[in-house]
């Protein structure tokens, strides 16, 4: 059995740890090999990075976006998921689940672009707000921060949701029932009891959801206009039009870097919960 | 004692409610732009036409990408199910040192930003002089795919009863023959289950294809991508749905697949 790990082993090394390995090695390079014969060592791609205003408030920004559209999808998913969790019926919670999937089997430019129409100037939302007579001029819903944010929410809710759901299923009903037969209100014995222990659920829900908003392009590209740059966008754009894979390396270093540390603190959390299988 | 429906329920069920209202109707709504015949998007809708899915059909970017994209994920659906399920089977099987690690470390695709796999791809291919071919994107797609396919065959092999197989070779079977009809057969669900997920996965692929497309040869989502950059129509809108119908065509076929199986086992 065990000569069955090979072919997963050599794709993973040639198609996986190589390329992250030279691109870790790229970004200590000061030109392309490729065609610039005297390569050497250098630093000065971090130092580039670590010293120009532009290049730390895109990092800023990245972060600051993550952030804000964790405890979006934190505030929205959490409620579904104790629905989910909590579904008597068998019929109920399939149709939930697939709801809760079916935006997620939807591609990620095709679920943009669904925000762009409700978005935009001439868009679903500010057409009904101006014939409703609430608005006169439309609201700027889109090309800022917000609208990026609203879209990439909508996008990784369903990750929140299905982490949490996992979670607040083991917390034991009963407790909660123990709880409301003590006196405690139906909201008390939530927030007493079911919320602190899913706390563990909380954490994990969010780190994923940061790490994956951190790396996303499509959205803030096609809804944060000129108004948002992010470290993905960054990353394109030196490979694409500034032909500089070296500082596209150091830049991917960067990110990686955070999202290493993210990845770490979500498998210490979920290997707590569940007494150490970790992403298994 | 009455229950009576206070203030907390109504406000548990509307909360709720909103909140899938906010899941499902961006989806919907792309449906209407698909046969509204209003030059751009405009709401609310004012008729109904099949003239943007003519348009997407009669435009050869367009299907060439569709094809390519189909082409890549049935590429991918085959790899990562052969080289998943092998992996599975050794992982649960293999006795493997430092299992757990190694699991981990199968699974780290999913985490990591796929904008990075790309980027690292699309820069080994550049030091070793590859270029950018198709079959470097079916890789690039199968390393993010194959996760899927280990996972959901990991999830089938750990209720698996080894009884079944300790059973038929005692009655004479050579292990190709135990693998074949009765191990492959029990862990198939699991395998295809992690096929859906490795095409549709691969469909909709878009980071990693982004940095190792070519002009002309990009896939769907890239070129879809590439046009609301400067146009935002119903065009869009029809190949969003093409794109949402055959992913889930190929749901609903795996599914009916395994779904009869089961049927037939019970």
């Known amino acids: 059995m065990r000569w069955l790990i090979w072919p997963a082993l050599l794709l993973f090394a040639l198609f996986f740890v190589l390329p992250f390995a030279v691109l870790g090695v790229m970004s200590l390079l000061s030109g392309n090999p490729v065609n610039a014969p005297a390569v050497n060592l250098t ?45 008597r019926s068998r019929v109920g919670h399939a149709l939930l689940l697939m709801a809760v999937i079916a935006p997620m089997l939807t591609g990620i430019v095709v679920r943009t672009f669904a925000w762009m129409t409700l978005l935009q100037d001439r868009g679903v939302i500010n057409t ?48 909660e029932e123990a709880a409301r037969s003590l006196g405690a209100t139906r909201w008390q014995a939530f927030r007493e009891v079911t919320l602190p222990l899913s706390l563990p659920g909380i954490l994990a829900g969010s780190l994923l959801v940061f790490a994956l908003s951190i790396s996303a392009y499509v959205t803030p590209f096609l809804m944060g206009g000129t108004d ?20 596209a390396g150091a830049l991917g270093v960067i990110l990686l870097a955070v999202s290493l540390v993210l990845v770490i603190a979500y498998n210490k959390v979920l290997a707590g919960l569940s007494g150490g299988e970790g992403l298994s | 004692m009455r229950r009576k429906v206070g203030f907390g329920a109504v406000a548990y069920w509307g909360l709720n409610a909103a909140i899938l209202f906010f899941l499902l109707s961006p989806i919907a709504i792309v449906s209407v732009f698909a046969v509204n015949p209003t030059p751009y998007i ?21 299907v060439h990408a569709l094809w390519l994209s189909l082409k890549v994920a049935v590429a991918v659906l085959v790899l990562s199910m052969l080289i998943g399920a092998t992996a599975a089977m050794a992982l649960a099987r293999g006795e493997l040192p430092g299992r757990r690690a190694l699991t ?19 820069q080994i291919y550049l030091l070793a002089g590859i270029g950018r071919p ?12 194959v996760p899927y396919v280990i996972r959901t065959t990991l999830a089938v092999l750990a209720n698996f009863d080894r009884r079944l197989e300790e059973a038929a070779a005692l009655l004479g079977a050579g292990p190709v023959r135990v693998f074949f009809e009765v191990t492959l057969p029990l862990i198939r669900p699991g ?33 879809l991508f590439n046009y609301m950059k400067f146009d935002l129509d119903g065009a869009i809108a029809a190949a969003s749905m093409v794109s949402i119908a055959l992913a889930l065509g190929v749901v609903i076929l795996l599914e009916w697949i395994i779904g009869l199986r089961a049927y037939l086992k019970f």
Not at chain 1, 137 to 155: Q, R, S, W
Not at chain 2, 48 to 57: E, L, N, P
Not at chain 2, 139 to 145: P, Q, R, S, W
Request: hydrophobic fraction near 60%.
């Open chain 1, 43 to 87: 630093l000065r791609h971090f130092q580039r990075f670590f010293s120009d205003d532009l290049y730390l408030e895109a990092l800023w920004a990245t972060l600051r976006i993550g952030l804000l559209t964790t405890l979006s999808a934190l505030l929205l998913g959490y409620p579904l998921a104790h629905l989910l969790a909590r579904a």
């Open chain 1, 128 to 175: 009904t707000l101006i014939a409703l007579g609430v608005t006169r001029e439309p609201l700027k819903l889109m090309y800022n921060e917000f609208g990026t944010i609203v879209a990439l929410t909508h996008i990784y809710v369903p990750f929140m949701v299905l982490t949490l759901a996992g979670v607040i299923g083991r917390v034991d009903e009963r407790l």
């Open chain 1, 228 to 247: 948002v740059l992010t470290l993905p966008m960054l990353i394109y754009q030196q490979v694409s039009s500034s032909f500089n894979p070296n500082f």
């Open chain 2, 42 to 62: 405009a709401f609310p809708p004012v008729g109904f036409t099949f003239a943007w899915f003519a348009k997407f059909f009669a435009n050869p970017d367009f």
């Open chain 2, 104 to 122: 981990a470390f199968f699974m780290s695709p999913l985490m990591l930003p796929a904008i990075l796999t790309g980027l690292a791809l699309f």
């Open chain 2, 134 to 145: 198709v079959w470097g994107l079916v890789m690039g797609h199968t390393v993010i795919a």
């Open chain 2, 191 to 223: 395998v295809i289950a992690g096929g859906i997920f490795a095409f549709i996965v691969s469909f909709d692929q878009f980071p990693v294809s982004l940095f190792l497309v070519v002009p002309k040869g990009e896939t769907l989502p890239v070129v």
